[in-house]
């Protein structure tokens, strides 16, 4: 998975140092659980300030300042442990690079699409999701016993995959992707906002990535190919 936030849109101020001028980042390491516990005491905050800290080890400081039914007001601090990523293993950690993609298509409601494979996982682990350019998406369980398949028709398909396909290109061509019906649902369980635009990309065979946008937030995940 890879989310991406731009600094501007969340924070009304913003400093930082890097490592040196050229390398102006800082890698770090944390359970997210505990950031996430720590964040949700900030849900009606007056004002909220994230610290790289040095308290005998490092941590991120979330001050949290809390207006009481006094109107005064308190400051609440989490220290959450972190581990620096040292630079020679940043290489490591760059956004993930995606073949390009034989059908691009445009996702139906998150909240359909996984009510759904919920009800699939009770017959097989395994799914098979399949898109053409014709805006048609279809998920597939196949067993020595049954065979099931939903159909989505409609969604349509991004501009810029529809302007890719060569002009002999049988737009009703289906391109096919085997994956963990595990890992497709654990991404939909995690959706809890409906994003303004969700897009999915299939490399025949290899991968499935699923580019979701909402508001200021972007959310890449990627789930590969059973072999």
Known sequence: MWCELEQENFFSEFQMEGVSAENNEIYLELTSENLSRALKTAQNAR???????????????????????????????????????????????????????????????????????EKMKNISNHLIIEANLNGELNLKIETELVCVTTHF?????????????????????????????????????GQQVNPTKATCNIVKNKIVHFDLLHED???????????
């Not at 937030?217 to 190919?225: D, E, K, R, T």
């Open 47 to 117: 004002a909220l300030k994230i610290k790289l800290t040095n308290k005998h080890f490092p941590c991120l400081t979330v001050s949290i300042e809390l207006l009481s039914v006094s109107s005064s007001s308190r400051v609440v601090t989490h220290d959450i442990p972190v581990k620096v990523i040292p630079r020679k293993l940043w290489k490591d950690l760059q956004e993930p690079t995606v073949p390009d993609a034989d059908v691009s298509i445009y996702l139906p409601v998150l909240k359909t699409m996984k009510s759904v494979v």
């Open 153 to 189: 028709k409609d969604l349509g398909n991004p501009p810029l995959a529809s302007e890719n396909a060569s002009q002999d290109r049988n737009l009703e061509q289906m391109a096919e992707v085997h994956i963990d019906i595990r890992k497709l649902l654990q991404f939909l369980a």
């Open 217 to 227: 937030v972007s959310l890449q995940y990627f789930i590969p190919a059973l072999s």
